[in-house]
């Protein structure tokens, strides 16, 4: 048996047990309690806002519940089959023990990052835009990179995607898209992602081959809940209707269902095209640009502060990673210096080291 192996097993059991503490199981299942008698009230339905915020509450404690039972169950279980293989001496339960270690020690890595969202919004879930920037064509297809990026890595993690508009360029990709993800812990994870993604390679639509250096924008901002308002006025807005485009022969194509508005004091531009009905697209639409306006609220508060705090240093969301292609195989996190060569399994979505390192980083630099 390697020697570190109970070494392991007693960091592991320290740092599940600190999850447990923040997650604070015994407090959960009260409130799971308290959240399945409201859930069982005949009349609750009755207002179905609340009630889909009851039953998304409700099951996402039963998840957290279930995560930290099953990692406790598991490292358990894990310390029996490390016992059992040193009385037998047995390579093969070894080797299994040394499989299983691995495991747990990946999952409850991930679920400790988890813990360190304990942000204002970071339980909400989130709305992400992605820009094209400098860069042409090449910036408007790496733009359509991005978003197949995130939208596999939401995949990965069976979060449910609502793309509400998508800007396609002329020639390939996209001017922007804008999707919301409808995860709790959603904007806590995905924020870290937000600012300017730079892209090197190999230009596909240059007929010299040369190398061309693109670049994207993503924004992310938290989803607001009822409770949360800003007052817009009629005559501050401009709401324009036409017809959605894009790819296939949709619906949503045959009539000026899709809806863009405009907020003119603050030139924020928001559109929604993902539904057949004029009106649930300027409802979503409103929706977005509340969102975006409570956001820019925050912004300006956050700058007040820091102006006080005599704070000059730039936003850690700008310039924040780079993808490399050619000449060599390198995706950078510039923040965190967090990197990999495996470039393909990043662009397929498989961003959680750099997410998890982000939110590490993050934490760190808040303290």
């Known amino acids: 048996m390697p020697a570190d192996f109970p070494a392991e097993l007693a960091a592991l059991d320290s740092t599940l047990a600190g999850v447990e503490?923040?997650?604070?199981?015994?407090?959960?299942?009260?409130?799971?309690?308290?959240?399945e008698q409201t859930a069982s009230a005949p009349d609750l339905w009755d207002d179905q806002a609340n009630a889909q915020k009851v039953t998304s509450r409700l099951s996402f404690v039963q998840g957290?519940?279930?995560?930290?039972?099953?990692?406790?169950?598991?490292?358990?279980?894990?310390?029996?089959?490390v016992e059992l293989a040193q009385a037998e001496e047995d390579e093969s339960t070894l080797a299994e023990a040394e499989k299983e270690l691995a495991e747990l020690s990946l999952a409850i890595g991930e679920y400790e990052v988890r813990t360190l969202l304990s942000g204002e919004y970071d339980a909400r879930e989130a709305l992400v835009t992605i820009r094209s920037g400098a860069g042409g064509v090449d910036a408007a297809d790496w733009a359509e990179m991005l978003l197949r990026m995130y939208a596999r890595y939401c995949e990965r993690h069976n979060w449910p995607v609502e793309v509400y508009e998508t800007s396609y360029a002329e020639e390939a990709g996209i001017k922007s898209a804008t999707f919301a993800v409808k995860a709790p812990y959603a904007y806590g994870t995905l924020s870290i992602e937000q600012g300017t993604h730079r892209l090197v390679r190999i230009s596909p639509f240059d007929n010299q081959s040369r190398r061309q250096t693109s670049f994207a924008e993503v924004e992310?901002?938290?989803?607001?809940?009822?409770?949360?308002?800003?007052?817009?006025?009629?005559?501050?807005?401009?709401?324009?209707?036409?017809?959605?485009?894009?790819p296939g022969g949709q619906g949503v194509?045959?009539?000026?269902?899709?809806?863009?508005?405009?907020?003119?004091?603050?030139?924020?531009v928001v559109s929604c095209q993902n539904e057949r009905s004029q009106i649930q697209n300027k409802a979503t639409a409103m929706a977005v640009l509340q969102a975006k306006l409570l956001e820019r609220k925050r912004h300006e508060e956050r700058e007040k502060i820091d102006a006080l705090k005599g704070d000059t240093s730039a936003s850690w969301g700008n310039q924040m990673r780079s993808y490399v292609l050619h000449p060599y195989q390198m995706v950078k996190d510039l923040r965190t210096e967090h990197e990999t060569g495996n470039t393909g399994a990043v662009l397929d979505g498989e961003i959680d080291e750099f997410i998890e390192s982000g939110i590490r980083w993050r934490r760190a630099t808040e303290r």
Request: charged share 25%.
């Open 64 to 81: 957290e519940i279930n995560k930290v039972t099953s990692l406790r169950s598991r490292l358990d279980d894990l310390h029996v089959l």
């Open 253 to 268: 194509n045959t009539t000026d269902s899709a809806v863009r508005i405009t907020h003119i004091p603050t030139g924020i």
């Open 21 to 35: 503490s923040v997650v604070d199981v015994p407090g959960m299942k009260v409130e799971l309690a308290q959240l």
């Open 220 to 246: 992310v901002i938290p989803v607001i809940e009822q409770t949360e308002s800003i007052d817009i006025n009629e005559d501050e807005i401009r709401v324009d209707v036409y017809r959605s485009s894009g």
